[in-house]
């Protein structure tokens, strides 16, 4: 069982970078998708989530209308698109998700603690 995100690199302020996590070892669209990300010195914190029963998505205020989280089961993929980046998203991106849940939990899912199996990070850096 594996999660895998990429994507990650360098960016201006204001460009756009598409994040991947692709799955292995179990079947993706069963499970509720989240999107970590943790700045050097900062605690880990998360940034979307997208169910896999009705495909709702889940955005923290900080970044509501520019990422956009998007899954294609056939792939075993979730994808994150983030647009007009800003120097404060640098960070190293996580997804996660955790056992048996197929859907996001509407009210914390940006908590960590909920979940148990991680992906390798990806860098990314937005430079000003």
């Known amino acids: 069982v594996q999660l895998q995100a990429s994507g990650g690199g360098l960016v201006q302020s204001g460009g756009s970078l598409r994040l991947s996590c692709a799955a292995s070892?179990?079947?993706?669209?069963?499970?509720?998708i989240g999107w970590f990300r943790q700045a050097p010195g900062k605690e880990r914190e998360g940034v979307s989530c997208?169910?896999?029963?009705?495909?709702?998505?889940f955005y923290v205020d900080s970044v509501k209308g520019r990422f956009t989280v998007t899954r294609d089961n056939a792939k075993n993929t979730v994808y994150l698109q983030m647009n007009s980046l800003r120097p404060e998203d640098t960070a190293v991106y996580y997804c996660?998700?955790?056992?048996?849940?197929?859907?996001?939990?509407?009210?914390?899912?940006?908590?960590?603690?909920?979940?148990?199996?991680w992906g390798q990070g990806t860098l990314v850096t937005v430079s000003s």
């Open positions: 996660a998700t955790e056992r048996g849940v197929p859907d996001c939990r509407s009210g914390t899912y940006y908590r960590p603690i909920h979940y148990d199996w």
């Open positions: 070892g179990f079947p993706l669209d069963y499970y509720a």
């Open positions: 997208i169910s896999s029963s009705d495909g709702r998505t």
